[in-house]
């Protein structure tokens, strides 16, 4: 098994908090005052765009801990 370089699992919880902050922003609040863009009261009033945005950003990271750390396999 190949050793892991330093700096991959900080890419990781990275992607993975960027992924779970992105499911977070979607899910309804009944308490928030502000309605979001989809219509509804959400977390984030931004929703979809903070969503998007979230997921792109997931994507970027986990594509970079890809091309550094497993290039050779």
Same mark, same amino acid.
């Given at each position: 098994?190949? +050793?892991?370089?330093?700096? =991959?699992?900080? $890419? %990781?919880? &990275?992607?993975?908090? !960027?992924? %779970?902050? @992105?499911?977070?922003?979607?899910?309804?609040?009944? @308490?928030?005052?502000?309605?979001? $863009? &989809?219509? =509804? +009261?959400? $977390? #984030? @009033? !931004?929703?979809?765009?903070?969503?998007?945005? $979230?997921?792109?950003?997931?994507?970027?990271? #986990?594509? &970079?801990?890809?091309?550094?750390?497993?290039?050779?396999?």
């Amino acid at each position: 098994m190949k +050793k892991k370089n330093r700096g =991959y699992i900080p $890419l %990781l919880i &990275l992607t993975i908090l !960027f992924t %779970l902050a @992105s499911v977070l922003t979607i899910i309804p609040n009944a @308490s928030i005052s502000k309605e979001c $863009l &989809l219509g =509804y +009261k959400a $977390l #984030c @009033s !931004f929703t979809p765009v903070s969503t998007i945005i $979230l997921i792109i950003a997931a994507g970027i990271t #986990c594509s &970079l801990r890809k091309r550094k750390f497993m290039e050779n396999i």
